[in-house]
Nanobody, 122 residues
Framework: HVQLVESGGGSVQVGGSLRLSCAAS????????VAWFRQAPGKGREGVAE???????NYADSVKGRFTISRNNWNNTLYLQMNSLKPEDSGTYYC?????????????????WGQGTQVTVS
């Protein structure tokens, strides 16, 4: 079955950086959409960044210029480089993947999800 496993979360000071990874098994990212979402306590899951099947990237306004999403289709790994981190970036970060019709940065566009990795910025 499809499995996505996130890693790289942790605690960091304001202005610091983290790099998240998401490894897929029994699945290939090639030709599919991939994304990072996050969820702060008491809030809904929000889209952070995504790469569509053609390789086009899309970012939430709140992270533009600070976060970079990338993927390696050969080892089926998705990355999120996060720089200049702010307290409001804190939350659980999830990777998701899906195919076909898609609404940009909408949770409904993604069929498979990882368990999440915690990011705390203080």
């Amino acid at each position: 079955h499809v499995q996505l496993v996130e890693s790289g979360g942790g605690s960091v000071q304001v202005g610091g950086s983290l790099r998240l990874s998401c490894a897929a098994s029994a699945y290939t990212f090639r030709g599919n959409h991939v994304a990072w979402f996050r969820q702060a306590p008491g809030k809904g899951r929000e889209g952070v960044a995504e790469i569509d099947a053609s390789g086009t990237t899309n970012y939430a306004d709140s992270v533009k210029g600070r976060f970079t999403i990338s993927r390696n289709n050969w080892n089926n790994t998705l990355y999120l480089q996060m720089n200049s981190l702010k307290p409001e970036d804190s939350g659980t970060y999830y990777c998701g993947t899906g195919s076909g019709w898609r609404l940009p940065l909408r949770e409904m566009s993604y069929a498979y999800w990882g368990q999440g990795t915690q990011v705390t910025v203080s």
